[in-house]
């Protein structure tokens, strides 16, 4: 008498694999209620929000572009916008630079 076979499906692409993240006390909670807010699990929601951005990343690695948030892209203009103070040391290699040419 032959013994029944038992399948075993290979693994799929959309087959779900756990993923550990420590965070602190009041990350989680922020991630909880950014979670309540849309009305999702704290797992749907840092899946909705984390693998969107992980492709872009991923996309614009492979584009060689820098891609921004927009709280990063103000932060880069702003950066941009100030001017400079100058050290000690830059304003005497300025003047030695202005004096050679």
């Known amino acids: 008498m032959q013994k029944p076979r038992i399948s075993r499906k290979a693994p799929t692409a959309k087959t779900a694999s756990p993923l550990t993240v420590h965070l602190d006390n009041e990350s989680k909670r922020c991630l909880a209620q950014a979670g309540c807010l849309r009305h999702v699990t704290v797992s749907d929601y840092v899946r909705a929000v984390t693998v969107p951005q992980a492709?872009?990343?991923?996309?614009?690695?492979?584009?060689?572009?820098?891609?921004?948030?927009?709280?990063?892209?103000?932060?880069f203009w702003n950066a941009l916008s100030v001017t400079p103070e100058l050290s000690p040391a830059q304003r005497r290699l300025g003047a030695t630079m202005r004096d050679a040419s």
Do not use: I, N, Y
Not at 55 to 75: D, G
């Open 55 to 75: 492709r872009r990343e991923v996309h614009a690695a492979r584009e060689l572009v820098v891609a921004l948030t927009p709280e990063e892209q103000l932060s």
